[in-house]
């Protein structure tokens, strides 16, 4: 027996422990925490069979990395709105609250689309000036007209902050802008914008920080007190965490919201049913279509990423954060990890395309049934 072969059977037995926990097979709810299974999910749990999902390619994508030992935290899959895995690393569990880093963009992207369906913001072309009325003595004539679109879609002509850059300007700025004790009154005073309106895309923290100030302006609430209200509470979100306020008590829009795997694969399900939960409506679909759709050709939305080629949508963080939303087949994936920056590209990308997408059972040749 190849050392492959050992390992494949030696995982799929692992397997069967893991699916005993957090999945339902059939012949019914198994295993020693199978009482546990259904609390809490916020799905149905499912076979993956019964949902037209081979679990021999899950069970491979479970092997895929043990066997390179990469610091995978978490694999949830949910496939026409029902679980069909739910696969933890060690010492990992459901309510373990993951560190999303950029998918914090993406989840201020649909706060900020809630606050315009709410009335507190007029709408994408409302300007800083408009949206913090109580900081224009600070600003310049070219920040005060940047626009919101152009904040949810990088394109603000800011100097980029980024934290994942070892030197440089970006890097120095984010730690500066980091550090700061009133960050929004630093990047209003002291950065100046491109006076062009028609600034390229430059993917950067400044501009969702900008967006999550706006919202809590308008709605008089904290980011995540208005989250909290909005959107984690109608979802049943627990043990959600918003790191890094400054001495204003504004958290970063760009970083630093902790989120259980389950809580994000809510998010994905939410863009995939374009902006309904359980019959009830969270997000104008309006909003959902503008977020999901390349808004700079460069495969941006409204902080959310586009894939054409796969005809997937994701929120993406470094280290290998993802919500991965498959609209043809009903799909959403979940990954948390903690993995090396010249890892994250090629595993998450093979997590997508060898296991994920072709784990879908396909009858006679032609695409399988949503």
Known sequence: MSSQQSLLESTCHRMVLHFSITLVLLGGVIGRAAGDVRANAGFPIASPESQGVSSKRLDEMTVFVQSHDYDVRSLLIVRHGRLILEWYGPGITREHNHNVFSVTKSVVGLLAGIAIAHEKIDGIQSDLQT?????????????????????????????VSRANRPTGAPRDRFNRIHQASDRTRLILRELVPSSRPDARFAYSNIDPHLVAEAISAATGMSLPDYADQTLFGPLEFANTEWRFPDKTNQVPGGYGLHLRAIDMAKIGQLMLTRGHWRGKSIIQKDWIDRSIRDQTGTGYGFYWWVDNKNNVIAAKGVRGQRVFVVPDERMVMVVTANLMSDQVATVTHQLLEDYLLPSVIRQSGTRAEP
Do not use: V
Request: charged fraction near 20%.
């Open 131 to 159: 949206l913090l009325p109580g900081r224009q003595a600070l600003m310049d004539a070219n920040m005060r007209s940047i626009t919101l679109e152009r904040l949810l879609t990088m394109r603000s002509g800011l100097p």
